[in-house]
């Protein structure tokens, strides 16, 4: 007989799970939530993407959703994705101990952000990372080494333009008893620059998801609680850099780009500036519009918080004071200063590049990562990060074979009402790990009185 606070630890920490929440690109966060695809159920918001073959898959639950900013990236940038355990990142944690896993990063290059699928094919992965035969480390334990940070680099031979980038943890805890458990979701990502030239994809270096792996797949039906651990299947194709010698072209960024004028963000939401105004009338309805941009960021929140749209409230409530006390001359200074929850560590170098083969990283017996050949041109240009061949740098323009809606205006923000709820709840499952691991001991039970709500097992 276990000790009960042992095995309601342990249930409390597996209800926790984990999110991505938050991108930086070139080290540079750019907001909590901020061009990124994330359920809008706070309550569920980081638990997994099930069944493995439902469209979720592509880009997490309501991944199907755009939201209305789209981050531009310089060519072959390094972006760094955010996992919480917490969504707001109020407590620390990037994901649940135990959930030990390989991760990938695949991306799809989309013509119109606002309404192309992302579930289907044209998915490729440029990044992977499982298990270090020597260490028997997996890409989860590196990953809760940075803190949930998890960075790779962009290829140089992405052409410019719209980029779905998604990130994924499987995490094999409960795979044996055929529960893996995928966490993912998407970044809107414009590619400034690139090749001047369609992007190649080999037919059997790109996937569709969902699709690319199924309930039988090796890898997710792996045991990691076996001794010693065979290799590790990696799922999913190979890794795959695309690589161009064409000269670069930058383009124009027409959607999703965040008006240069907010006040304050929150997620995909700006605050804009509320006109000037004189007079009783004019005082009032600067306070309604004011209040009234406030209720779409409130609905717009995100599970990753709310933190700014109380920012941009108490600049409503500064305004209406203003009113109350017959300063009808406005709007107020807006003072506000913008609120980023605390980025958990250093933004990290990317691990395991997959431009150099194996290097610095698992390495292992998992690890299958070639460097493409030819072009190695670019292939160094990636690594030394700066040569973009600016002599043969063309500006495309128009764009004119786009769909009209390739305007600028930015997509419309969600409107459904949501929770923030922070909650880490939804079902996990304790998975059938070895003894010791499952008596938790006081380690697990310490984790568990922060970890939530006790009384909550998982199914
Ligand atoms: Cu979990």
């Not at 060519?75 to 407590?91: H, L, N, P, Q």
């Not at 101990?97 to 989309?110: E, F, I, M, S």
């Not at 680099?153 to 980029?163: E, F, M, N, Q, V």
Request: net charge negative; hydrophobic share 35%; proline share 10%.
């Amino acid at each position: 007989m276990k000790p009960l606070a042992a095995v309601l630890g342990l249930a409390s920490v597996a209800n926790a799970h984990t999110l991505f929440t938050t991108l930086f690109i070139n080290g540079k966060n750019q907001g909590d939530g901020t061009c990124v695809r994330m359920p809008h159920d706070g309550a569920t918001a980081n638990g997994p993407v099930e069944p493995v073959t439902s469209e979720d898959m592509a880009c997490g639950r309501d991944g199907d959703k755009p939201v209305a900013f789209t981050c531009p990236a310089p060519r072959a940038a390094t972006v760094t994705f955010e996992f919480r355990m917490y969504s707001t990142g109020e407590k620390p944690g990037a994901i649940a101990d135990g959930h030990l896993g390989p991760c990938a990063v695949y991306v799809k290059k989309v013509e119109d952000m606002s309404k192309d699928k992302p579930a289907g094919p044209g998915w490729f992965k440029i990044w992977e990372d499982g298990l270090d035969a020597k260490t028997g480390k997996w890409c989860v334990d590196r990953l809760m080494e940075k803190n949930g940070l998890l960075s790779v680099d962009l290829p140089a031979g992405l052409p410019a333009g719209y980029y779905l980038l998604r990130p994924e943890i499987l995490a094999l805890h409960n795979a044996p008893a055929g529960d893996p458990q995928f966490y993912t979701g998407c970044a809107q990502v414009f590619v400034q620059e690139g090749p001047e030239e369609d992007l190649e994809m080999p037919s059997e270096k790109q996937v569709s998801i969902p699709g690319y792996v199924n309930p039988a797949t090796p890898g997710l039906t792996f045991d990691i609680y076996n001794k010693p651990l065979p290799p590790y299947p990696m799922p999913g194709p190979e890794v795959y850099i695309p690589t161009s010698n064409a000269p670069a072209a930058e383009l124009e960024q027409k959607q999703g780009v965040a008006p240069s004028d907010c006040l304050v963000t929150n997620a995909n939401w700006c605050g804009k500036p509320l006109g000037a105004y004189g007079g009783q009338e004019g005082c009032w309805a600067a306070v309604e519009g004011c209040y009234s941009q406030s209720q779409t960021c409130w609905d717009s929140a995100p599970p990753s918080g709310d933190a700014n749209c109380k920012v941009w409230q108490d600049y409503c409530k500064q305004t209406e004071a203003a009113c109350t006390a017959k300063n009808f001359e406005g709007p107020p200074t807006f003072s506000g200063r913008e609120n980023l929850a605390k980025v958990p560590g250093e933004i990290p170098k990317p691990w395991n590049k997959a431009f150099k083969g194996v290097d610095g990283g698992a390495g292992g017996e998992t690890s299958r990562l070639t460097a493409t050949t030819g072009a190695a041109g670019t292939s160094a240009a990636v690594e030394e990060k700066p040569a973009t061949p600016t002599t043969t740098t063309t500006t495309l323009t128009a764009i004119s074979s786009r769909p009209t809606s390739m305007s600028s205006k930015a997509a419309p923000a969600p409107t459904a009402t949501w929770a923030v709820s922070q909650s880490p709840g939804g079902r996990c499952g304790a998975g059938p790990g070895p003894p010791e691991a499952r008596a938790g001991g006081a380690k697990a039970a310490r984790l568990g009185s922060v970890a939530g709500p006790r009384g909550r097992a998982g199914g």
